[in-house]
């Protein structure tokens, strides 16, 4: 079905699928620090309503003064625990000593997200980055995994924080690859505060087909991360855009689509992240690009954007 008669049916359902457009503070940069209010100036200037902060042992500032200025700018805060995560923290380890020393870890970033006022804590929450077991998977992994979320997710609920999960590709974990292993754990874990991020990045060597990944996570889609094979600007490379935004017309609630790359300007740090094109020489520049495909992207699909300053 073409974007022209999906846009159709859109508009005789009488459903809209309304979008939030935000942005990665890595396309700036890698620690977040009190000097950095001026991202959130900026993210407002363009046009963003929505801006994830990365957290971390190694990250320190102050979380009240930055949610407070990200409020009255109207932007949404989410978090991700993308900077230090020791290597012995993940719920879904071999070991029990990981496992808890991984729920006690989560919860102590779940309650710095509620003091920033982020809405929800994102990322690979279910296991760690970097973590690939090259071995037949235990019985008991995925429902051990499922009871860990489960409490996660319990606790960010008391604190007013959703938490959201995101499949990653084979090079970067094991557990978690596709939207339907995202949707099974979910199922497992059995708890309403538990949603789903999908990555076009990390999809496209995992899915086959794009719409029904899609459509799969559609019940409990919180967002997408939309940058292209490359983690470059969107457009222009292999991901079908127009699967994509066939598959998020069926939306009925916001579907925040969220810029995500490493900056690889001067004195950015992709190199660090296994980035070794230039794809994002300027944040601004990169932000303006995309934006003006994503948007066209919405206007054909018949759906539209939140107005800034949407609590939605």
């Given at each position: 079905?073409?974007?022209?008669?999906?846009a159709?049916?859109?508009?005789l359902?009488?459903?809209?699928?309304?979008?939030?457009?935000?942005?990665?503070?890595?396309l700036?940069?890698?620690?977040?620090?009190?000097?950095?209010?001026?991202?959130?100036?900026?993210?407002?200037?363009?046009?963003?309503?929505?801006?994830e902060?990365?957290l971390?042992?190694?990250v320190?500032?102050?979380?009240?003064r930055?949610?407070?200025h990200?409020?009255?700018?109207?932007?949404?805060?989410?978090v991700?625990?993308g900077?230090?995560?020791?290597?012995?923290?993940?719920?879904s380890?071999?070991?029990p000593?990981h496992r808890?020393?991984?729920?006690?870890?989560?919860?102590?970033?779940?309650?710095?997200a509620?003091?920033?006022?982020?809405?929800?804590?994102?990322?690979a929450?279910?296991?760690r980055?970097?973590h690939?077991?090259?071995?037949?998977?235990?019985?008991?992994?995925?429902?051990?995994?499922?009871?860990?979320?489960?409490?996660?997710?319990?606790?960010?609920?008391?604190?007013?924080?959703?938490?959201v999960?995101e499949?990653?590709?084979?090079f970067?974990?094991h557990l978690?690859?596709?939207?339907?292993?995202?949707?099974?754990?979910?199922?497992?874990?059995?708890?309403?505060?538990?949603?789903?991020?999908?990555?076009?990045y990390?999809?496209?060597?995992?899915?086959?087909?794009?719409?029904?990944?899609?459509r799969?996570?559609?019940?409990?889609?919180?967002?997408?991360?939309?940058?292209?094979n490359?983690?470059?600007?969107p457009?222009?490379?292999l991901?079908p855009?127009?699967?994509?935004f066939?598959?998020?017309g069926?939306?009925?609630?916001c579907?925040?689509l969220?810029?995500?790359?490493?900056?690889?300007?001067?004195?950015?740090?992709?190199?660090?992240?296994?980035?070794?094109?230039?794809?994002?020489?300027?944040?601004?520049?990169?932000?303006?690009?995309?934006?003006g495909?994503?948007r066209?992207?919405?206007?054909?699909?018949?759906?539209?954007?939140?107005?800034?300053?949407?609590?939605?």
């Amino acid at each position: 079905m073409g974007l022209q008669k999906h846009a159709a049916l859109t508009i005789l359902s009488g459903i809209t699928t309304k979008f939030k457009f935000g942005a990665h503070q890595f396309l700036w940069k890698s620690h977040w620090t009190d000097g950095d209010l001026t991202i959130l100036d900026q993210a407002h200037t363009l046009g963003l309503t929505l801006l994830e902060i990365s957290l971390g042992d190694d990250v320190q500032f102050d979380r009240a003064r930055v949610g407070r200025h990200a409020e009255s700018l109207g932007i949404e805060l989410t978090v991700g625990p993308g900077n230090l995560w020791p290597e012995d923290c993940n719920i879904s380890s071999d070991d029990p000593h990981h496992r808890q020393f991984g729920l006690a870890w989560h919860k102590k970033t779940i309650q710095q997200a509620a003091e920033l006022g982020a809405v929800a804590y994102c990322g690979a929450i279910y296991s760690r980055p970097g973590h690939v077991c090259r071995r037949p998977p235990p019985a008991d992994e995925l429902p051990r995994t499922a009871d860990n979320l489960h409490l996660l997710a319990e606790h960010a609920g008391k604190l007013g924080v959703r938490l959201v999960i995101e499949p990653m590709s084979r090079f970067r974990i094991h557990l978690v690859n596709t939207a339907a292993q995202a949707m099974d754990l979910a199922r497992l874990a059995a708890h309403p505060n538990l949603l789903v991020n999908l990555d076009t990045y990390h999809m496209i060597t995992e899915e086959r087909d794009y719409g029904a990944a899609i459509r799969c996570a559609l019940p409990v889609l919180w967002g997408v991360h939309t940058c292209e094979n490359d983690r470059g600007v969107p457009g222009g490379g292999l991901v079908p855009w127009t699967a994509v935004f066939e598959a998020l017309g069926g939306a009925t609630g916001c579907v925040r689509l969220m810029l995500e790359t490493y900056n690889t300007g001067p004195g950015g740090f992709g190199y660090s992240r296994g980035i070794f094109q230039n794809v994002c020489p300027d944040a601004e520049q990169f932000i303006r690009q995309s934006l003006g495909f994503l948007r066209r992207c919405v206007a054909q699909a018949g759906s539209c954007e939140l107005p800034l300053a949407s609590n939605t």
